[in-house]
């Protein structure tokens, strides 16, 4: 059991029916809460049957508080009513508050709730999972969808949607603090790969590709995706790291190279250590120092331009 469904068993009504899948009734509300952990989503439907315009009126004004574009969104379909809750730092909060709000609404709004996919009321509605679809729905439904899934439904099923009006313009979100975390923690880890195959004859190639894939694989993992605002983010820690990187394994190399070539102890390491670049080119260091630094630029630049490929196809 994981925190979210721990959260909903033990803080809600709702009982689980199904892996994160949560039924019940809610002051005459038939309720259902699926937690759809790919996508960063908790979805929470409730049965309603033929709406008025004034009616959705009055849904969206209590919900206006807690239903935005960014972290959440409320779609109206025939006969339901659904919020798609993203489960990101305050989560628990706006999902309490959802709760309380769809309890209010059994109290204040005489909404019929029953079949989500014709309206059907009755005691013989109750929560069924077939294929993909998982709602509250009555027996005629539920035969027909089990004997013949036709392509619209599948279709419609898959994306969450049931009618052709419902709309939804959430998207994968980015989750900026936790991938920023792991691409430090990825850029430590290597660092540890860059000093040591920078030992190695011409290591700077693989210790440049394995830093920088550390650093963007790491807040990929853990952001969920990667947009333009996590690709600068992970540029500027590659950026950091590289540039220390250089200056930890390059200066002693430029140090040595200077003073074995003058004889006596002209140049020291606190003098070159933030100054490396000034040094890469001097006369007297060795041409292999400039050709490791351009070996670790250009591991660390094909493997950004990789990821920048792969998350341009996948935001596609």
Known sequence: MDDITYEIVTGTPLSETAPNFFTGNINGLLVTVEHISVRGLIEIRIGASGLSDDEMTQVCQYFRDYIDSRKSHLQIDDYSICILLQTEQNWRFRFTRILEIIETIGFDMNISSGCYLCGETGDDIRPYEIESLRAFLCPSCAKKTADDLCANLQEKTANNRFTQYATTDIGE???????????????????????????????????????????????????????????????????????????ITLTPQIVSSINAASGEETIGIGRVFFAYLGYVRHPDVDGFVFTNLILGIVGAGVTVIAFVFSAARSNA
Not at 201 to 214: E, H, N, Q, S
Not at 225 to 234: P, S
Request: proline residues 4%; charged residues 5%; positive net charge.
């Open 173 to 247: 979100t980015e989750l900026y603090l936790p991938g920023a975390i792991a691409a430090i923690v990825g850029a430590l880890s290597g660092m540890v790969i860059w000093f040591l195959l920078s030992l190695l004859p011409f290591g700077y190639l693989p210790a440049g590709i394995g830093l920088a894939f550390c650093i963007f694989y790491a807040y990929r993992k853990f952001a969920l995706t990667m947009k333009v605002r996590g690709l600068f983010i992970c540029l500027g820690i590659l950026f950091v790291a590289m540039f220390f990187g250089f200056a």
